[in-house]
């Protein structure tokens, strides 16, 4: 079983920052299937990159999300009041389970 | 349009059966490469792989919970089902279904199952 874990547990920025998650894998994920979900106190989780690095449907291009085997970066370029979250990664590519990692938290500083 | 929507009890008590239905439109699960995941969210904490079901029947088990879970579908009224045997206050968690060819793109709003005598 993959076993992700993320970093830092929680990212303390101002609006207008950039802000950059890590996603790390116990293991090679297999054809970098890794995704990265927003999600919104009281809402259900978003998909924001697929394939590593592919932006899902109507997400805005200041995400990119990047890296490959083990490591994973997602990426906001400057960030917008609507980001502050949590944002999970999830590997979907080697055996399941399809594992989550625990998230960060991206606060306002 | 693609939705999702859980359902199922708000309450169960230990060592009951919890049954949850998502019952979706939009597209088929007998599409090629479609499938269905299950996801739980306990309050306040990460979310939890549970299950998934193929379009071809496959289903796929969370390695820590796979003896208690079970997963189904029903093609004909685009429905899944899960069902988690000898619930235990552990498990009290807001339970999603999505939709996902590999990465899950829609989701439901979730529902919460609160275990408790």
């Known amino acids: 079983e993959i076993v992700l874990t993320q970093s830092p547990g929680t990212l303390s920025l101002s609006p207008g920052e950039r802000a950059t998650l890590s996603c790390r894998a116990s293991?090679?994920?297999?054809?970098?299937?890794l995704a990265w979900y927003q999600q919104k106190p009281g809402q259900a989780p978003r998909l924001l990159i697929y394939?590593?690095?592919s932006r899902a449907t109507g997400i805005p291009d200041r995400f990119s999300g990047s890296g490959s085997v083990t490591d994973f970066t997602l990426t906001i370029s400057r960030l917008e009041p609507e980001d502050f979250a949590v944002y999970y990664c999830?590997?979907?590519?080697?055996?399941?389970?399809?594992?989550f990692g625990p998230g960060t938290k991206v606060d306002i500083k | 349009q693609v939705t999702l929507r859980e359902s199922g009890p708000a309450l169960v008590k230990p060592t009951q059966t919890l049954t949850l239905t998502c019952t979706f439109s939009?597209?088929?699960?007998?599409?090629?490469?479609?499938?269905v995941t299950w996801i739980r969210q306990p309050p306040g904490k990460a979310l939890e792989w549970l299950a998934r079901?193929?379009?071809?029947?496959?289903?796929y088990y969370s390695t820590s919970l796979k003896t208690r879970l079970t997963i189904s579908k029903d093609t004909s009224k685009n429905q899944v089902v899960l069902t988690m045997t000898n619930m235990d206050p552990a498990d009290t968690a807001t339970y999603y279904c999505?939709?996902?060819?590999?990465?899950?793109?829609?989701w439901g709003q979730g529902t919460l199952v609160t275990v408790s005598s």
């Open positions: 999505a939709r996902g060819v590999g990465a899950s793109d829609y």
């Open positions: 939009g597209f088929s699960l007998s599409t090629t490469g479609m499938c």
């Open positions: 079901i193929d379009w071809d029947d496959d289903t």
């Open positions: 293991q090679s994920v297999r054809n970098n299937y």
């Open positions: 394939g590593a690095s």
């Open positions: 999830q590997q979907y590519g080697s055996s399941p389970p399809f594992t």
